[in-house]
């Protein structure tokens, strides 16, 4: 065997691929007699969690502030499986308005006992150049608005005396910054902290608070950024440790993990569900290229 012989390797296959559209790691019915309330649940990664409580047996409580996207839920989830579907407008930067869909919920299908924290803002741009309006309206959704669900669902559970689940979609970028993203990153950093503090908090209570994030899973609520990003990447799949990018019911099925009967002893925990993707280093790393350059822009000029 020659030196070359000893390093020969066969082709990388990658993460093999998930199973098919309506499998379930779960038992059917996991989720009968359960409502689940899911924020932004009309569209994209949101819609996909859903699906899959839905399919379940849970009856879900989509809550969005966009009228087309309440009816797309109510259009495209209705049967999935066997629960109901409602819907409910909701602004969750006002609380009187969080109250309002946690009414609704407890009429129609009654008190959820999971919330799946979705929604969020988000949109690239150089700290610099970023106005006051702009912060507020990432933080104000993405983190503030994450609060104000939660602290409801808490408090109504806390006076019933009832266990229930609470799952925060988060983002890496939490742990390890996110050029371009100053806001959101600073956004999904509390949104973690959260996870962590309100774990203990309520842990006597029965309420158990972990938080969920996903990798590159394309779909087709994608900002126009985001789908341009991918559009001119014609090697996505290789700039992946998994070799291959995610898909939307792969989040979903580890949401439906977390808030289930099977993890009932997993609480302040935030699993990755990115194919080792945000762990990933360069042996030699490439050149530095600016947030500006990234995104088209010119020279800062104040």
Request: charged share 20%.
């Amino acid at each position: 065997m020659t030196d070359d012989d000893e390093y020969t390797t066969t082709p990388c296959p990658g993460l093999p691929a998930p199973p098919p559209p309506g499998a379930s790691a779960l038992p059917p019915g996991t989720f009968d007699g359960t409502a689940v309330l899911v924020t932004g649940g009309g569209t994209g990664l949101g819609k996909a969690v859903a699906a899959e409580f839905a399919r379940l047996g849970a009856d879900l409580v989509i809550a969005s502030r966009s009228p087309e996207h309440l009816d797309a839920a109510r259009r495209d989830l209705a049967d999935v499986g066997p629960g109901r579907v409602v819907v409910a407008p909701c602004d969750i930067r006002e609380p009187e308005r969080v109250a309002e869909v946690f009414d609704v919920a407890e009429r129609a299908v009654g008190l959820p006992g999971v919330l799946v924290n979705n929604a969020a803002a988000n949109f690239p741009v150089p700290a610099e150049d970023m106005s006051p309006n702009a912060w507020r309206a990432v933080v104000d959704t993405t983190l503030t608005g994450t609060f104000f669900m939660t602290r409801e669902f808490g408090r109504r559970h806390l006076a019933a005396g009832t266990p229930a689940s609470v799952i925060d979609v988060g983002a890496s970028y939490a742990w390890t910054g996110g050029p371009g993203f100053a806001h959101s990153a600073a956004a999904k950093a509390g949104v973690e902290s959260l996870v962590r503090t309100l774990a203990v908090e309520w842990g006597p209570y029965g309420i158990r608070v972990n938080g969920l994030v996903p990798g590159l899973m394309p779909h087709d609520d994608m900002t126009a950024d985001i789908r341009g990003a991918l559009d001119r990447a014609d090697d996505r799949d290789a700039r992946q440790p998994a070799l291959r990018v995610g898909a939307p019911r792969e989040l979903g099925w580890a949401a439906t993990f977390l808030a289930s009967p099977y993890a009932r002893f997993i609480s302040g925990h935030t699993l990755v569900v990115d194919g080792a993707n945000w762990q990933r280093r360069g042996v030699v790393s490439p050149p530095v290229e600016t947030v500006r350059e990234q995104l088209g822009r010119g020279p800062f000029t104040g």
